[in-house]
C-alpha cells in the first residue's frame, strides 16, 4: 500500500486477532519510528516492545482508556528522553509508525502517555530510567475487524489561504 492510501485508510483499531506479530515487521515498525524527524537531530526516543501478556495486562489494567491493550499481540510503547522538544518528536515517531503498519496490514491506536497520571507507572514497570517520558502506547495487531471511520470535516472545512 503506498503511504497516501495508508493514510487514508488508517483506523484508530481495538479489536485483534489473536494471530501474534512477527519480530520482524515489529522491528519494521520500530525503525519507521526512529526515521521520524526529530528537532535538532536530537532522536531522543527509545521503543519498549511488549509481548508479554502478563506485562500487557499490568499496563491495561493501569491505564484509564487502554484497557484493549491486554488483547493486543503487541504494543510498542514510545518513550523520549527530556529534550525541548520530546512531546513533538515522540509524537512523529508515533504517527510515522501509525501509519506503516497500516501499510502492513496491522491495526494499532494511540494510547495516550504524556501527562497521563500512569505515566511514571508505566516507566518504572518496564525499567526505563528516569528522566524519559512516556509519549505513547500502540497496541496493535491483526484487525478483528474493519472499524469504520468518523465522518471528518471535509479538506474545504480545514482549510485556509493566506489567512484564516
Known sequence: MDTLEAIRQRRSVRRYRSDPVDRELLEQLVDCGRLAPTAMGKEPWEFVVITNQGMKKGIADTTDYGKFIADAPAC????????????????????????????????????????????????????????????????????ADRPGRKQKRSVGEALHWEQF
Open 76 to 143: 510498542i510503547a514510545v518513550f523520549c528522553k527530556d529534550t525541548k522538544y520530546y512531546l513533538e518528536d515522540g509524537c512523529a515517531a508515533t504517527e510515522n509508525m501509525l501509519i506503516a503498519a497500516a501499510a502492513l496490514g496491522l491495526g494499532a491506536c494511540w494510547v495516550a502517555g504524556d501527562k497521563k497520571g500512569y505515566a511514571d507507572k508505566v516507566r518504572e514497570m518496564l525499567g526505563v530510567p528516569e528522566g524519559h517520558h512516556l509519549v505513547s502506547l500502540l497496541p496493535l495487531g491483526y484487525p
